[in-house]
């Protein structure tokens, strides 16, 4: 662990950064470019941790792939060349590729073992090889193929007709990825949208999905076509300084290349209900993921009530709209967030009890947290429990309070957002 103390002294924001590549859509770049056969480039690949998981996996099934900075170059005999993996397939900290491996790796005609780091081995993996068992595949685990280490006897699935528990795009992925090799037709239907990555990519890869009202169907036994994929960036990293932006004094920052995909960008629509001083605009180019540039500027914010539909937009996004709802006049309430408890940590928890440590007036519900505001903060010994994303929030937190902030492990942030610290500094005036 790298412990990292915050020191800024009334700092403000200034400058713009082009924000890095999308975890998600890198995730899937590496997975659908590895399934194709053939050639597939990637630029705007992001090089965090978790990304990196998914290219190791992938080499030890005997896919090419050459990384340099953000372009990544994938050599695959496709899918059914791939080689039995003679080592376990370790995914470190990336639900992602855990979850989406379990789908891939299903259908396929040989043995594999996957598992990850102490964080993974928490996290609910039945939501997936429940789902998965019903097409067919062979999947044991601790706890009843519940949790990781898991090993997958590949074999011939059978299509599925499923109707989503809950929303997530990572079981829903694992699904639809599984039943590209099932025999029939696969529907997954979903009460409430979940980001849609896996859809538009499956169609640049030359696959045929139909999606209406939740519905999503895709038939068995289609071959994916090697292509090009230009990643656009993270919404969900971009957010850090949006929220930045608009609670440091003295601020405006200009973000470039921001992913604003309906599904992903729930966070813009909060900032709006929250009166935050903000102008996006959007890239004109008919990519298969929009994009745009947003400028914010420091904002006297309100109080806002986040529930339902939108949670599954913005749910990595609540770590940094807790930090800002503290800043906002009045009370912000979320809820319907019960998905942060099966996160990398409990987000629940580690979002009360550190922004409590900084002086915050938040309670912890059982499905999400209520936080009246504004209040002033100040410094701490705090702990981002190896979670990036609360890394993240209490570096930007540590911008706004009147003494220093003390970081147990700073390490995690490269899991989704290696040059972090780099892009804090270029904007810090
Ligand atoms: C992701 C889906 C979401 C999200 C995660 C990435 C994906 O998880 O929280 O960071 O890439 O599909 P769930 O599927 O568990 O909602």
Redesign the pocket.
Known sequence: MTSKVLNYNNPSLQGSITVPGD??IS??AVMFGAIAKGKTTVTGFLPGDDCLSTIDCFRKLGVKIEVDGTKVEIDSPGIDGWEEPKEVLYTGNS??TT??MLGILAGTDFHSVITGDDSIAKRPMARVTNPLKQMGAQIAGRKNGEFTPLAIQGTKLKNIDYAMP????????AILLAGLQAEGTTIVREKEV??D??ERMLKQFGANIEVEDGVISLKGGQKLHGTHVDVPGDI?SAAFFLVAGAIVPNSEILLKNVGINPTRDGIIEVLQNMGADMVIEEDIDDAAEPTATITIRTSNLKGTTIEGDII?RL??EIPIIALLATQAEGTTIIRDAQ?LK??ETDRIVAVANELKKLGANITATDDGMIIHGPTKLHGAEVSTYGDHRIGMMLAIASLITDSPVEMDDAKCIAISYPTFFEHLDLLLK
Do not use: F
């Open positions: 975890k998600s995730h899937r639900g992602t979850r989406l809950v929303a997530s795009a990572q079981v829903k992925s979940s980001r990555h896996t969900s599954p749910i990595d998905e099966v996160k």
